[in-house]
């Protein structure tokens, strides 16, 4: 890992243990005086917890933003780039989300690609799901994977700023 690292994923729960060698690796890189891989995750809305009755998309992707980076990012070396699929944070009248980014999938340097169906939490990977991923290295497929999301970055937003901040 070099250059970047694009991660997707529709559930982060105490990941921090999947980071940990992207962490450590950028502080080899840093220590060293090289540059660090540029990271962007994104982030699904749609299965978030605390949600008030007419809480905004801004809102939502800021609460879900901040418990990623509680729960998962502890790194003060690297700095990722978080934005949020916009329509995971709709919600119908009722509080339930109108759609949902189901997709798990790292891709670094666009030359690897991991795609799954486990989520990136504890449970994505014991043994109380069966769960399956490929570690793909195919010039053809890996560039598809990140067309893919360049198809839908109209639909990528970054965590909006606290209103009370700055």
């Keep these: 890992m070099r250059h970047s690292v694009f991660i997707a994923g529709y559930s982060f729960y105490r990941a921090t243990e999947l980071f940990t060698p992207l962490f450590r ?32 998309p801004d809102t939502i992707a800021r609460r879900v933003a901040a418990e990623f ?53 504890n449970r994505g990977r014991d043994d109380r799901s069966l769960e399956v991923g490929a570690l793909i290295r195919d010039y053809h497929f890996v560039p598809s994977v990140l067309a893919a999301w360049a198809d839908v970055e109209h639909l990528l937003e970054p965590i909006p700023e606290d209103e009370g901040a700055g």
């Design 25 to 56: 690796r950028a502080a080899e890189l840093d220590a060293r005086g090289e540059p660090k891989p540029k990271v962007r995750v994104v982030l699904d809305c749609s299965s978030t917890y605390g949600d008030e009755p007419g809480d905004d």
């Design 69 to 121: 980076r509680r729960t998962c990012w502890r790194s003060d070396v690297l700095e990722p780039e978080l934005r949020f699929y916009r329509p995971s944070a709709r919600r119908e009248p009722n509080g339930r989300a109108l759609y949902s980014m189901h997709a798990k999938c790292i891709v670094v340097d666009g030359e690897v690609a991991l795609v799954g169906s486990a989520n990136f939490s």
